[in-house]
């Protein structure tokens, strides 16, 4: 061997080796194999609980006589509480003003607010809706 050689072999020891590799068949999974591994993972998100849905949600209900009282219920709303609000003794004026104040709080949070008898309202945050048949022949009422 010449000089020449001894370099070439410490600067690439196992070039002149003949090495046996084995031919590995392609391990990646099928599009099919995917597809069924997605289903069974999307099968799985759908039964996560949603943990704010299981925590015990909390009605207010507060019959209010003066405006002052319009930061507290506005607290509840921003708490996430659904507030019921009983208007029935109080001045005209004042749950005039109520409702309109409370009517900017509940859609700054993306909540809504509906009439559900005489001088009464549920306000509700954005994650609680409100379903029935006296919600909606309440609302066709106060249209008409």
């Not at 001894?6 to 392609?26: G, N, Q």
Request: glycine letters at 2%; aromatic letters at 8%.
């Amino acid at each position: 061997m010449s000089i020449l050689d001894e370099l070439k072999k410490l600067a690439h020891p196992y070039e002149d080796e003949d090495e046996e590799f084995e031919e590995f068949e392609d391990e990646s999974p099928s599009r099919d194999a995917f597809e069924d591994r997605r289903s069974k993972f999307d099968d799985r998100r759908s039964k996560v609980v949603n943990i704010h849905a299981t925590t015990q949600l909390k009605v207010i209900l507060v019959k209010p006589d003066r405006f002052e009282n319009a930061s507290e219920i506005a607290d509840q709303l921003k708490d996430k509480r659904t507030v019921v609000l009983n208007l029935e003794s109080t001045n005209k004026d004042v749950a005039r003003r109520l409702i309109d104040f409370l009517s900017g709080v509940a859609y700054a949070g993306e909540g809504k607010i509906k009439k559900v008898a005489a001088n009464t309202y549920i306000i509700t945050p954005y994650h609680v809706d409100i379903e029935g048949d006296l919600i909606d022949e309440l609302e066709n009422k106060l249209y008409f």
